[in-house]
């Protein structure tokens, strides 16, 4: 006998139109979550994904369409409204408040309380118990902001949970995660399936969606293409669907451009600042050639990205010897190293890389603010060409060039990153996760980008958690874990299986 | 991208930040029209003096708003403000120093001031607040110092104890005037200068650029190489020198020099910049606004000052106006 309940989807959302302004960021939109799922909705940036997921999330209200939740139509005003429907989600940004305890973070708006006094001893107990049901063993009168992002991401799932969601929305929830973490996400995934609820699974990492996804629903411009079972639909085939063109092999470099000696690290190691001191980085030795690309693998905590800002200036306390063509370099501020050549791609578009509310144009500029300047007066026209001429290079899709960067997708966000190192005509790149959220076609981008970079001579020190991306990137790999070298590969003798297990620490 | 017609970008103009600070002045202009205290408000007179009797303000607001844009703000102005119109006062009445010195030494203790708090907020990383609050109080203090516990007018004590009354200092007869045949009073254009002065800066100097960047994200400013404690502690420089300028006025207008002056013009400063859509979280915002936001609040006082509006009330209407006005400038959430 088929329950009622079963009868309807769990979530199920008819012919949503959304327009901001003139333009229209969904069509007629159909999407379908059933309970014990996970749904993937996949599309490049801007296709529409988060419209979708913030007008069930009550966020945007002025939308055409039905929604209905078990076949109950509804219309969530506000994200309140879609929490006490059973909707969570958890999104790329996290909603945590970081200076407040892990357990008043799970009870926050719902404390439990005694006469109006919070119960600390109840509510610890009870977020302890959410939290061990997912395996993970915290102080949870510990503040938020002590752990390490893939365990505040942890905390965030416990609390949809723990809010008895039926309806659980990841917005890109790996982007911070390494590889065992993830695999201890999906795990977590598939246990909040099995007990009825559905997942929404929004991803750009192929490999992830091969390994979650039931169903695929794929939108493009604001439209949906389909939805289909995940075996039916093959990667090549998704990602047809998703771009609507060809894409190329993911592998672009074919071969090394490696010539000469650019950067040398002698024996450097990195300490962080501060009253605890901790050694990040222990006794590194690397040569990075002209047009070499060196991928540092490793997971959360191995260091490598530590590593790039201390080599920036920008973190921390460096020791050891470092030349740059011969000789030598000390890395004091982030000015130096800009004016010896050294450009740092953040791994944090909108917290370290772009400053938002300002215009496209200065934010290309924004290194490089000397070359446009006349005794400190900025030459207005020369500085727009310039800017003009790095988004064409890098086909930065922006409407004027005036636009606050934050208007822009988050691949052509990254794309006015790179423009911006460009101007600096670096010799030695630092890049740290290029392609986090960003979608298919832009990554395919970069990797182009990357392959003529290193042609014209610019050398490339690589972090990025997507594995197939360092093994095909990378001339050579280098692992950390814990701040050590563990293990080096050459190109062709890199294979998945020894990167990560040197990373793990075998 | 598809051309917008022009009613509907002529609508969104007006809902920029720059379009809402408009609509708030021309809501009050209306109002000057309407209750226009039998015709009191169409005599050039009357906007002379408004333009005249927000100068103090407006000179303020300008240094405010290079601070404000990088997410700080500087409490110590209106301190500043009576400490350099003490200093001035004291140089061109009791020394007898020639304008040209007054103005420089006084403009340096006003840049001075700011180069400390600057320093502290900056360098130290003391919150801005707090460095410019400590400041705010110390700079009160040194303007009762150096006046001796007294105004520093021009009645002067002899060695004998008795008060010898001197000639109203050049400086004071330059600034407190009028010129264009009476229509502009000399601080007006002082105002106007500063406004060009620091608009030019934040429009078209790499330092005005720098300052938005600071504001907008400061940590990435920092990894592109952006001299960001420098800059920083430059913006809280001028603005002291602004203080300056504004304090030099003021001791000019009253001829004396007041420790006890200046006493929470800060605060009319920040409604004044923020009125005008300038963000207090940093990064947005630009002189055009504090211009249009120090007309605004002016306006708004002279009106309700030609229609006799008592004190206590007109204190509480600014009050009211000024969360109204913040309100319109809010952006919606996208």
């Known amino acids: 006998m088929i329950d009622s309940v079963n009868i309807f989807p769990l979530v199920h959302m008819r012919g949503i139109t959304k327009r901001f302004g003139s333009v229209s960021v969904l069509e007629d939109v159909n999407f379908e979550l059933l309970a014990g799922e996970t749904h993937v909705l996949a599309g490049e940036n801007g296709a529409g994904k988060s419209t979708l997921i913030k007008i069930l999330a009550g966020v945007h209200t002025d939308f055409t369409g039905r929604i209905e939740i078990e076949g109950v139509q509804v219309r969530p005003r506000n994200p309140l409204e879609a929490d006490a429907l059973g909707i969570a989600i958890i999104h790329q940004e996290l909603s945590l408040i970081d200076p407040m305890s892990v357990a008043d973070n799970l009870f926050l708006g719902r404390m439990r309380t005694n006469a109006g006094f919070v119960c600390r001893r109840k509510q610890e107990d009870e977020a302890r118990g959410w939290l061990n049901r997912l395996d993970i063993d915290i102080d949870v009168r510990r503040r938020v902001e002590e752990f390490p992002i893939a365990t505040r991401q942890c905390i965030e799932i416990a609390k949809a949970l723990s809010r008895q969601a039926k309806a659980i929305v990841m917005d890109e929830p790996t982007s911070a995660l390494s590889e065992p973490e993830v695999e201890r996400l999906f795990e977590m995934i598939d246990q909040v399936t099995g007990q009825g609820c559905g997942v929404v699974y929004i991803s750009h990492k192929m490999e992830e969606i091969e390994r979650v996804a039931d169903r695929i629903t794929v939108l493009r411009d604001g439209k949906r293409v389909g939805t289909a079972p995940a075996p039916e639909l093959p990667a090549a085939e998704l990602i047809h669907w998703m771009v609507g063109r060809p894409v190329k092999d993911r592998h672009a470099r074919s071969s090394s451009h490696a010539a000469g000696k650019r950067l040398l690290l002698d024996h450097v190691s990195v300490h962080s600042n501060g009253r605890d001191r901790k050694t990040v980085v222990n006794d590194i030795s690397l040569e990075l050639r002209r047009g070499e690309v060196v991928g540092l693998g490793g997971l959360q905590g191995s260091g490598a990205s530590e590593l790039l800002l201390a080599l920036f200036g920008g973190f921390g306390e460096i020791r050891g010897r470092i030349e740059i063509d011969g000789r030598p370099y000390f890395a004091s501020s982030p000015r130096k190293a800009i004016d010896r050549g050294i450009a740092l791609l953040t791994n944090d578009r909108k917290g370290s890389g772009l400053v938002c509310p300002l215009s496209v144009a200065a934010n290309i500029t924004m290194a490089s603010l000397r070359n446009f300047t006349r005794f400190g007066w900025r030459q207005n026209g020369r500085e727009t060409a310039a800017a003009r001429q790095a988004a064409t290079m890098l086909q930065i899709q922006s409407a004027s060039l005036d636009m606050p960067v934050e208007a822009l997708s988050g691949g052509n966000q990254q794309k006015v990153a790179m423009a911006k190192w460009l101007q600096t005509d670096p010799g030695v790149l630092l890049l740290d996760e290029p392609t986090r959220g960003i979608d298919v076609g832009a990554k395919q981008e970069i990797y182009e980008r990357i392959e003529q970079w290193t042609a014209a001579g610019i050398s490339i020190l690589l972090i990025t958690s997507e594995m197939p991306e360092l093994l095909a990137l990378s001339d050579r790999i280098i692992v950390l874990h814990r701040g050590t070298v563990t293990a080096e590969f050459e190109r062709c003798a890199a294979t998945a299986d020894a990167v990560l297990g040197a990373a793990m620490g075998h | 991208m598809r051309r917008p017609n022009s009613s509907t970008s002529a609508l969104a103009a007006l809902n920029t930040p720059a379009g809402r600070a408009l609509i708030a002045l021309a809501i009050v202009m209306v109002f000057g029209i309407l209750f226009n205290a039998d015709g009191a408000f169409f005599k050039a007179g009357t906007h002379r003096d408004a333009f005249r009797q927000a100068s103090v303000y407006g000179i303020l607001a300008c240094g405010m708003t290079l601070v404000i844009v990088t997410a700080g703000i500087d409490l110590a102005v209106g301190s500043v403000l009576a400490l350099s119109a003490v200093c001035c006062a004291k140089m061109s009445i009791h020394w007898g120093w020639s304008p040209g010195w007054v103005i420089c030494a006084t403009v340096l203790v006003g840049a001075g001031s700011g180069l400390i708090s600057g320093g502290v907020t900056a360098r130290l990383g003391v919150q801005p607040f707090i460095a410019t609050l400590a400041m705010m109080v110390f700079a009160r203090g040194l303007a009762k110092y150096v006046a001796g516990g007294m105004k520093v007018s021009t009645a002067v004590q002899q060695p004998d104890g008795t008060y010898e009354f001197v000639d109203v200092p050049t400086l004071f007869r330059m600034i407190d005037t ?32 720098e300052l938005y960047a600071i504001g907008g994200n400061e940590e990435a400013a920092r990894l592109s190489g952006v001299p960001v404690t420098l800059s920083k502690t430059l913006a809280y420089v001028a603005c002291g020198a602004f203080a300056a300028i504004a304090g030099i006025c003021q001791a000019a207008q009253e001829q004396q020099g007041d420790p006890e002056a200046g006493a929470g013009y800060e605060l009319i400063a920040i409604a004044m910049v923020v009125i005008g859509g300038t963000n207090l979280m940093g990064g947005r915002g630009g002189l ?19 229609n006799a509006v008592p004190e206590a009330a007109r204190l509480m209407l600014t009050g009211v106006i000024i969360i109204v006005a913040v309100m319109t400038q809010r952006r919606s959430r996208t």
Do not use: D, M, P, Q
């Open chain 2, 178 to 209: 009028r010129v264009f045949a009476g229509n502009v009073s000399v601080v007006t254009l002082i105002f106007l200068g500063c406004v060009a002065i620091a608009y030019v800066a934040l429009a078209y100097h790499r330092w005005g650029r």
């Open chain 2, 288 to 306: 055009g606004l504090t211009l249009l936001g120090v007309l605004t609040i002016g306006y708004l006082e002279k009106i309700l000052s030609i």
